[in-house]
């Protein structure tokens, strides 16, 4: 397995790979934004290759809105982090479903976390900072529909919200919480991670992980998509653009 950070190096040898996942926020698209064309008709062109993967925290309907309709029947999607996985006939491979006394435990972290820190989401409207997806619960400081820019520059590079976990940790026997998105923390069950549900679809559909990669913005240590290193070569993109590059290298 291995790990490319090296900026702006897209040379893979002669290695071709036939199963490709891509994070969404800040690798395909901004967050919560429309792709751009450019970007789609490379993943349209791509699904003629390979086969594509959206893995993120959001849900389905997210992910389309996103990723656009155009795209439905060519990509599989991995929605809240993996625990929901459609195929690319848009059927229903599995879904690992929050209990309500998993959903309770964390509504009560959620609200020790607002309490002691009220201060970072002066403004934000309570409504518009919890998410119950159905397979995993989303708190997103600012509000998920807050604007763009104040969202990019909440906390770019997850330290704020690292902080806040060390300071309030999650302590659960059967769920965990993950900083995902630009403002948010992500609740889902203890270890169905993305890594964890990337190897659960390579799995399911008698794939090789050596044939798969993975590309993300946040394959850092206490990134999003760090669960991912090891299950599949990784490679981290600093930016849309380079998504697009890679992309075009590719096919
Ligand atoms: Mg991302």
Same mark, same amino acid.
């Given at each position: ?50 086969? #594509? ?9 997210? !992910?389309? +809105? /996103? ?9 599989? !999607?991995? @929605? ?7 195929? +690319?006939? #848009? ?11 998993? $959903? @309770?435990? !964390? ?8 309490? &002691?820190? @009220?201060?970072?989401?002066?403004? =934000? ?10 397979? /995993? ?9 807050? $604007?763009? &820019?104040?969202? &990019? ?8 919200? /690292?902080?806040?976990? +060390? ?70 993109? =600093? ?7 890679? !992309?075009?290298?590719?096919?």
């Amino acid at each position: 397995m291995s790990t490319n950070y090296l900026e702006g190096d897209f040379s893979f040898g002669k290695k071709k790979y036939r199963h490709i996942f891509f994070d969404m926020d800040q690798t395909l698209t901004r967050s919560r934004s429309v792709v751009e064309p450019d970007m789609k008709r490379a993943l349209q062109d791509l699904s003629s290759f390979s086969d #594509g993967i959206v893995v993120s925290g959001a849900n389905e309907e997210q !992910i389309f +809105k /996103q990723i656009t309709d155009d795209l439905k029947g060519k990509i599989y !999607i991995l @929605s809240q982090n993996g625990n929901s996985a459609l195929g +690319k006939d #848009g059927k229903v491979l599995w879904r690992n479903v929050l209990s309500d006394a998993q $959903k @309770s435990e !964390i509504y009560s972290h959620i609200d020790h976390i607002k309490r &002691e820190f @009220s201060n970072l989401y002066k403004g =934000a409207v309570d409504a518009d900072q919890i998410q119950d997806r159905g397979c /995993q619960i989303s708190f997103s400081f600012l509000g998920h529909n807050a $604007k763009l &820019e104040s969202k &990019e520059a909440f906390d770019p590079k997850g330290e704020l919200r /690292q902080t806040i976990l +060390k300071k309030i940790p999650f302590v659960s026997t059967s769920l965990e919480v993950k900083i995902g998105g630009t403002t948010c923390l992500d609740y889902f069950e203890l270890g169905k991670n993305k890594g964890h549900n990337v190897l659960a679809l390579i799995k399911n559909l008698g794939w090789n992980a050596e044939d798969s990669l993975y590309v993300g913005d946040a394959l850092f240590p206490g990134g999003n998509d760090e669960s991912v290193v090891g299950v599949c070569d990784t490679f981290q993109v =600093a930016s849309l653009a380079e998504t697009l590059v890679l !992309i075009r290298k590719i096919i």
